[in-house]
């Protein structure tokens, strides 16, 4: 009985989404949600589906709080009715108009912007989703790899100013020292230096005086 009521539940999902329609809102008035706007669009024909897309937050403009509560912004919507005819004459009759309602609403004066999305399944916008939320992510991955990049160059400039920062310290240090100990005298050595040996050679060398002359070659005279 159980798997016959599935079959049946799955069925009945399939013919809906063959007789149904799908209108496009291009434009989410702020503080309407999927509940007032059911609300609103039920009196029309019966609908089977609702989904509205949360604006970005990077582009979202802020808007006046009421009574101290922050509402959720959306900046597309979907609506699933259960008759293709029915989607269409909504879509062509509310279509620039004005949403009305209490005047004392948040989005009385504002305008609808629905169009009917012909041939178009619920089943494609899920899949359009799926295809937004990998563009929004590899966006994301993009800009979160390019701020990496920056916050490393920033640091290395830092180090690089840090390192020359404290090179600068030491210099004015350095000139500090000399400055307060005054001139540095130069240091002259003198170191004693000997004499050539080939020029005290001559004069040290032992010369006969002429008596120790005259006495050899006088004698060798009388040898003979």
Same mark, same amino acid.
């Given at each position: 009985?159980?798997?016959?009521?599935?079959?049946? $539940?799955?069925?009945s999902?399939?013919?809906?989404?063959?007789?149904?329609?799908?209108?496009?809102?291009s434009r989410?008035?702020?503080?309407?949600?999927?509940?007032?706007?059911?609300?609103?669009l039920?009196?029309?024909g019966?609908? !089977?589906?609702?989904?509205?897309?949360p604006q970005?937050?990077?582009?979202?403009?802020?808007?006046?709080?009421? @009574?101290?509560?922050?509402?959720?912004?959306?900046?597309?919507?979907w609506?699933?009715?259960?008759? $293709?005819s029915?989607?269409k004459r909504?879509?062509?009759?509310?279509?620039?108009?004005q949403?009305g309602?209490?005047?004392?609403s948040?989005?009385y004066y504002?305008?609808?912007?629905?169009?009917?999305?012909?041939?178009?399944?619920?089943?494609?916008?899920?899949?359009?989703?799926?295809?937004?939320?990998?563009?929004?992510?590899? $966006?994301l991955?993009?800009?979160?790899?390019a701020a990496?990049?920056? @916050?490393?160059f920033y640091?290395?400039?830092?180090d690089?100013?840090?390192?020359?920062?404290?090179?600068?310290?030491?210099?004015?240090?350095?000139?500090?020292?000399?400055?307060?100990?005054g001139?540095?005298?130069?240091?002259?050595?003198?170191?004693?230096?000997?004499k050539?040996?080939?020029?005290?050679a001559?004069?040290?060398k032992?010369?006969?005086?002429?008596?120790?002359?005259d006495?050899?070659?006088?004698g060798s !005279?009388?040898?003979?």
């Amino acid at each position: 009985m159980k798997k016959e009521k599935k079959k049946k $539940k799955k069925v009945s999902l399939k013919d809906a989404e063959k007789k149904g329609g799908v209108c496009y809102m291009s434009r989410i008035p702020p503080h309407m949600d999927h509940v007032k706007l059911r609300h609103i669009l039920s009196q029309f024909g019966d609908i !089977q589906r609702i989904f509205l897309a949360p604006q970005d937050s990077s582009v979202q403009v802020p808007a006046k709080r009421s @009574r101290g509560s922050r509402d959720q912004a959306y900046s597309e919507g979907w609506v699933e009715f259960g008759n $293709k005819s029915v989607a269409k004459r909504v879509a062509n009759m509310l279509n620039g108009e004005q949403i009305g309602g209490k005047k004392r609403s948040s989005f009385y004066y504002d305008l609808w912007n629905i169009k009917y999305l012909s041939k178009f399944k619920w089943d494609d916008l899920t899949e359009e989703l799926a295809l937004k939320k990998a563009i929004r992510e590899q $966006k994301l991955a993009v800009e979160l790899s390019a701020a990496k990049r920056e @916050r490393d160059f920033y640091l290395s400039k830092v180090d690089q100013s840090r390192a020359l920062s404290a090179i600068e310290e030491r210099l004015k240090k350095k000139q500090k020292i000399q400055k307060d100990s005054g001139p540095v005298e130069k240091v002259i050595r003198h170191f004693p230096q000997t004499k050539p040996i080939v020029a005290d050679a001559k004069k040290n060398k032992p010369e006969l005086s002429d008596d120790i002359l005259d006495a050899v070659f006088g004698g060798s !005279q009388v040898m003979y």
